[in-house]
């Protein structure tokens, strides 16, 4: 071997290792030196990569593999086909050749490799080969290669793994080659970081919640925060989905090199295919370009899944691939401990979209459910039909965010600083643009103003910007990738054939293979002052710090794609001092209006980004009422010569566009401002609507929402801050629940202890007993607030608990055997209390009853049929009644009839109590079917259900008469006729209805007496006087009623009025007469 070492040891990257080869030359001897120092170097690397050491366990060169292994695989010395030979931990191996271009640019073709694909293809070595690489230093290769040879191949290029390796990697190389073999430190949180990855263990673990959701710009380490909630749960499995290729690799990377640095022992599977690739305009990235062995076989899944190792198991997928991991993880009966949704804003949409199978428990058990994102989608639509991510059923509750103010507010910063620039160019402009440059022709395509207008005036916005000296790294978005391809195309040919400034421009589109596309954005990186424009390949996933400007050429209206675009130009680097967001925008004329659609790119532009970053909304709020903004945050360029003509256009532009993004905050606080001005409180119920229809009580609801998640803008709350001092109140769910612990505190004070009885009720009637129960039920169902929970966990050392249940029962189940001591058995009669004041009878009356119901949890019951031989009956109630039923039998034997007469009552008392129970039970419907079955039999001695069906008749026709007599039923109480008890008969009558234990057929032969009314004599009287009343207003016009009035019905309406005030007046008049009176107030009632 002709490696030179001295070169590996000294270089500080990969450029400078390749540098340092090309100054070799190109003799044979030292293209020899090149070809085997660049193949140890490969191995090199491989061996310092967390993702190979995690699967590699030993790599050899072919010169020293052993024999028994070049037996085994068939191959033969002096050259076996291959450069370099690694094992597995499955006892498999992986052939890897290396090839070495001097051109970068010449990509590695399939002729190269006929030997290594002629020995590794042999069916006796490619079974025993779990994969293969092919590395070059090449950008590129040839896709005839992965077209003959796709299965068990991956490719290692300068683009997708070499150029990574920096000083650090070859820091980590030298180590190696003096046998030492460092650990690369862990990663440490930042605060934002640490921050959320806390919250959201506190939510996960010690809330229990099974779902949550992040939202942290672009560019913050989202990726690591995934991680660090994987090691802080130190869970057994985690499903990782992110939405591309190109993904699957990053994550992997951040990964496996945090679980090499942290000492956990990790297996992991990729879950991909090609066939995911193309569907939208991203970075062209193959199975190939990972490196690494990839399936979407359900049965690889499956043994994967079905590893009995301690290693903890990471499953990587694409949201494409997820019914792979559901036909495996349901063979398994696997539920994943943790799943990781990256870019989760993609799930958003219709539920039975692809990127959506993952978030439903029916595909795929997962037992906490994290989402990442920078930009939350909500989607406004039937919920049965889409989902949206401000559905915290499927997506949980916030746990943790951070907007883009914030990243650039804090120190360290997290984000560059920036500012929307927005340069207005005339169709004047243009044409004289066109004028001039008739010869240009882009893509071989004359330009014209109608195609190439917003084309023309991006360049021109572009060009005097980069003159300036404001910008050099610049990012530009199109609608399309012929177009981003024009505007490169037209930018070099100004700069051949009109004026150079030093622009160079570059493309890339998901058309590219990812190999160009690096190569691309590499010469984009190097360069001075450069463009590289592109339709959507580079709105997320692509990291180029040194970006410090991204210009929407064409109208964007996706407000994510908006924002994760713009966050290209808010990624720290050291030759940045800020960010800037370019917007053209086209006027046919100087006097345009900004009510034109020309506006709309701005105002979209805008609106989006002011939905992460308040301070756009305060800067607009600032320059609207006149006051100048701290910082200027959007910048409004126009020709000098029309200065002031668009100076006052722009102050029209600036207010249209804060009606825009503060709309729905100002159109409510009208309406709030004009409900306290007419009603002089600030007390909206959550359902009202104002006489527009405008859903008032919905929109405060919703500001209140977003000030307890700490969400809501400073300047909304400063504005409702206002009313606090006239009765608004930020948080009535807050200040019940501080009520609640204040006599919560008291009685902790009072009795030493937070164990609350559930029907206490302390001496300021504050219901405490019900009030601790609601909190225990809420955090049953995950409902508890944070600060909630966090308030009365700290009373745990005073005896709070959060399950009472099981508190309560061992409480009773202990006093239940103190009962047993001291009466050796556990019949404990219903209405018993113990020495200790328990009452310990219905306890268990209570557990019998949630038995019966199938409730009561296994242990317990499990504790009482412990002592069902100490005399324990689930249902000591039919005991009892077979009893009774023995002394009934031997009653009606003796007497021949099952009446118990007067004359028996004394002797008898019991029994007669027992019977009629036994009736008021089937007149309630709760009889037992075995009792009523058992009381059937006696029917031949005259036994009934109901010994008042005999009177019943008899009172109808008493009743009849009366009301024939006297045109009413309002029998006096005591009224007898010839005997019969008829005023008794009818207010058990309506007592019996009032109680809805009066029969159906009885209820409706009454409704057929004429003049019959169910109304007690009270409730009839009162409707005869209201009725009265209302005939008096509506006659006079006033409800001003004389003491002594009599109506023309011989009404004393004076005396009913006034005997209805006086009952006012000592608190006896029934709400409902209250409101009814009262509602006549408009009409002229007064109380005094």
């Not at 640095?261 to 990790?266: L, V």
């Not at 709030?672 to 009603?679: A, D, T």
Request: glycine share 4%; net charge positive; charged share 30%.
């Amino acid at each position: 071997m002709s490696i030179d070492y001295n070169i590996i040891s000294n270089s500080k990257s990969w450029k400078d290792f390749c540098n340092k080869l090309s100054k070799l030359g190109t003799e044979k001897k030292n293209n020899k030196i090149k070809g085997d120092t660049f193949e140890e170097l490969t191995r090199l690397s491989i061996i310092s990569n967390p993702i190979y050491k995690s699967k590699i366990k030993q790599i050899w060169h072919h010169s020293k593999i052993p024999q028994s292994i070049i037996d085994d695989l068939k191959l033969q010395r002096k050259e076996i086909g291959v450069d370099l030979l690694a094992e597995d931990y499955q006892g498999l191996f992986w052939a890897i050749q290396c090839k070495y271009h001097d051109n970068a640019c010449e990509n590695l073709n399939l002729s190269e490799l006929s030997s290594f694909f002629a020995i590794t293809e042999r069916q006796v070595t490619y079974s025993k080969l779990s994969y293969r690489l092919a590395c070059t230093s090449a950008y590129d290769y040839s896709k005839t290669i992965t077209k003959n040879y796709s299965k068990k191949l991956g490719i290692l290029t300068s683009s997708n793994f070499f150029s990574n390796l920096d000083i650090k990697h070859f820091k980590i190389i030298k180590d190696i080659i003096k046998n030492n073999y460092p650990i690369p430190k862990a990663s440490l949180p930042k605060p934002h970081q640490k921050n959320a990855v806390e919250k959201t263990i506190n939510h996960l673990k010690i809330r229990n919640f099974s779902r949550g959701k992040i939202i942290h710009p672009c560019g913050s380490g989202k990726s690591l925060i995934g991680f660090w909630i994987f090691k802080e749960l130190n869970v057994k499995n985690v499903l990782i989905s992110v939405p591309s290729l190109a993904l699957v690799r990053q994550t992997l990377d951040v990964w496996a090199k945090e679980a090499f640095a942290n000492k956990i022992d990790i297996d992991w599977i990729l879950v991909c295919s090609d066939r995911e690739i193309g569907l939208q305009d991203e970075l062209l990235v193959h199975t190939a370009d990972l490196g690494v062995s990839i399936d979407t076989n359900p049965e690889k899944v499956f043994s994967f899944l079905s590893k009995n190792n301690k290693k903890r198991k990471i499953v990587i997928t694409t949201y494409h691939s997820g019914k792979v991991i559901a036909q495996a993880a349901k063979r398994k009966k696997l539920s994943f401990n943790l799943g990781i949704f990256d870019e989760a804003h993609k799930t958003v949409g219709k539920k039975n979209k692809v990127f959506s199978f993952l978030l439903e428990d029916k595909n795929v058990e997962i037992s906490k459910r994290v989402f990442l994102t920078a930009t939350e989608r909500v989607f406004k639509g039937n919920s049965e039909e889409y989902f949206s991510m401000d559905n915290e059923e499927t997506y949980g509750k916030l746990i943790n965010q951070v907007t883009f103010n914030q990243a650039i507010e804090r120190r360290p910063r997290l984000l560059s600083d920036y500012k929307i620039v927005t340069a207005i160019v005339t169709e004047s402009e243009i044409r004289n643009f066109l004028r001039i440059n008739r010869s240009l022709n882009a893509q071989n395509k004359e330009l014209n103003i109608e195609e190439d207008s917003s084309t023309i005036a991006a360049l021109i916005m572009l060009r005097r910007l980069v003159k300036d000296n404001k910008i050099k790294k610049i990012i530009s978005f199109h609608t399309r990738i012929k177009k981003a391809k024009e505007f490169c195309d037209l930018n070099n040919l100004v700069n051949r054939y009109i004026e150079n400034i030093g622009l160079e421009s570059f493309h890339v589109s998901g058309r590219d293979t990812f190999g160009k596309s690096v190569a691309e954005l590499d010469r984009f990186e190097e360069s001075n002052i450069s463009l590289v424009t592109n339709a959507r390949c580079l709105t997320e996933g692509v990291d180029i710090p040194k970006t410090d400007a991204v210009l929407f050429v064409d109208p964007k209206k996706s407000k994510i794609d908006i924002v994760q675009a713009a966050g290209r130009a808010l990624r720290l680097h050291k030759e940045k001092d800020i960010g800037y967001i370019l917007i053209p925008v086209i006027l046919d004329s100087i006097h345009q209006e900004p009510e034109n659609k020309a506006f709309d790119q701005i105002i979209n532009v805008i609106s989006a980004l002011a939905m992460h970053d308040e301070r756009i909304i305060e800067y607009y709020r600032d320059i609207v009422v006149g006051k100048k903004p701290d910082k200027e945050l959007v910048v409004i360029q126009y020709p000098e010569a029309e200065k002031v003509i668009f100076k006052t256009l722009s102050e029209k532009i600036n207010f249209k566009i804060c009606n825009r993004i503060s709309f729905g905050f100002y159109e409510g606080f009208t309406k709030f401002k004009n409900f306290y001005n007419e009603n002089k409180h600030c007390n909206i119920p959550r359902d009202y609507k104002d006489q527009d229809g405008f859903k008032l009580g919905s929109w405060l609801a919703k500001r209140r929402k977003k000030y307890r998640q700490k969400t809501l803008p400073e300047y909304q709350f400063k504005e409702l801050n206002k009313y606090t001092k006239k009765g608004f109140i930020w948080d009535p769910i807050k200040e019940s629940f501080y009520k609640g612990i204040y006599q919560l505190e008291k009685y902790i004070k009072k009795y030493n202890n937070a164990d609350v009885h559930a029907r206490f009720i302390d001496k300021d009637n504050f219901n405490l007993g019900k009030w601790v129960s609601r909190k225990r039920t809420f955090y049953r169902q995950n409902k508890l607030l944070d600060y909630q929970f966090e308030k009365l966990n700290s009373y745990v050392k005073s005896g709070w608990s959060w399950n009472k249940e099981d508190e309560n029962f061992f409480i009773g189940y202990r006093q239940l055997q103190k009962y047993f001591k001291k009466n050796k058995n556990v019949s404990v009669p219903a209405k018993y209390r113990d020495d200790d004041n328990f009452n310990l009878g219905k306890w268990c009356s209570d557990k019998r009853s949630s038995y019966r119901k199938k409730t009561l949890k296994e242990s317990y019951i499990k504790k009482f049929n412990s002592l069902s031989n100490k005399g324990w009956d689930w249902e000591p109630a039919q005991q009892h009644f077979y009893k009774r039923l023995k002394e009934f039998e031997g009653y009606v034997t003796r007497f021949k009839t099952t009446v118990i007469s007067k004359n028996n009552r004394t002797k008898y008392k019991q029994l007669h109590k027992w019977i009629s129970s036994i009736r008021s039970s089937h007149k309630k419907n709760k009889l037992s079917n075995y009792v009523y079955e058992e009381f059937k039999k006696y029917e031949k001695f005259g036994w009934t259900f109901d010994p008042l069906d005999k009177n019943f008749n008899m009172g109808c026709l008493k009743l009849i008469n009366y009301i024939n007599k006297n045109n009413h039923s309002m029998v006096p109480t005591k009224f007898k006729m010839d005997g019969f008890p008829l005023g008794q008969w009818v207010y058990n009558i309506r007592r019996s209805l009032k109680k809805k234990t009066l029969s159906k057929h009885k209820i409706d032969k009454l409704k057929n007496i004429k003049n019959w009314s169910f109304d007690f004599l009270e409730d009839y009287n009162f409707k005869k006087g209201y009725e009265q009343l209302c005939k008096f207003i509506k006659k006079y016009n006033h409800a001003d009623v004389p003491r002594d009035y009599i109506d023309e019905d011989k009404f004393r309406l004076g005396v009913w009025v006034v005997n209805k005030k006086f009952s006012k007046i000592r608190e006896e008049l029934p709400k409902e007469r209250y409101k009814k009176l009262n509602n006549l107030v408009k009409k002229g009632w007064k109380w005094k």
